[in-house]
């Protein structure tokens, strides 16, 4: 029998124990790997290639939000679930449209996890029992019938992405390490986003990222 191999990624290790524990049991699936942190966590999809990761959204260096994106990027194949506190559906979106395809909250059973790991393994999408069933009918309705009228939406991917780090909080070094490009590059990028946007400063930025809803204060203050 083929196990699906899963990578944990969380900063608590009680948090990353349990799933161990739990993961045990099923036969069909194997824990490959631990992370504690965002930019440990790609590293760890890159060097041991999992079919699944189960990916905590609060962590620091980089949160589970921006890791999404980076994950993608350098592993298509792995699919992403994301373990969070929040329910918010608009979160849930933010979620969904940056590549993950599972969503499922810390409170609900355990058993969510293990259904979330076969279910997105299959490449569908998977939410946590807690969430309202409607969350990703209204995602892909969005998704496909949205027009792009905010300044937001006429970034490029690579310009969402790195507004999103600035956001954060991370420096253009950092930004250009984990996309692997040149500070000058990065430069570019900002003040495209700065010109395209209107704004500049990271707390405009921050300002802005929270009006238009695809920050949680929450999190980000983690």
Known sequence: MDQIKVLIADDHAIVRDGIQQLLKKEVDIKVVGEAIDGIQA???????????ILL????????????????????????????????NESYVHQVLKSGALGYILKASPSTDI????????KNEYFLSSKIKANVIDSYLRTKTSEPAVRGYDLLSEREQQVF???VQGSSTKNIADL??????????????IASKL???????????AIKIGIVNPELWDS
């Open 42 to 52: 790609l590293e760890k999809v890159k060097d041991l290639h999992p079919d699944v």
């Open 56 to 87: 905590d959204i609060a962590m620091p260096n980089l949160n589970g939000l921006e890791a999404i994106g980076l994950i993608k990027e350098s592993a298509p194949e792995t699919q992403i679930v994301i373990l969070s506190m929040h329910a």
């Open 114 to 121: 293990v259904k979330g790991i076969r279910v997105v393994y």
């Open 164 to 166: 999103r780090l600035v």
């Open 179 to 192: 996309l692997c490009v040149s500070p000058k590059t990065i430069e570019k990028h900002r003040s495209s």
């Open 198 to 208: 209107k704004i500049h400063g990271r707390l405009e930025m921050l300002k802005y």
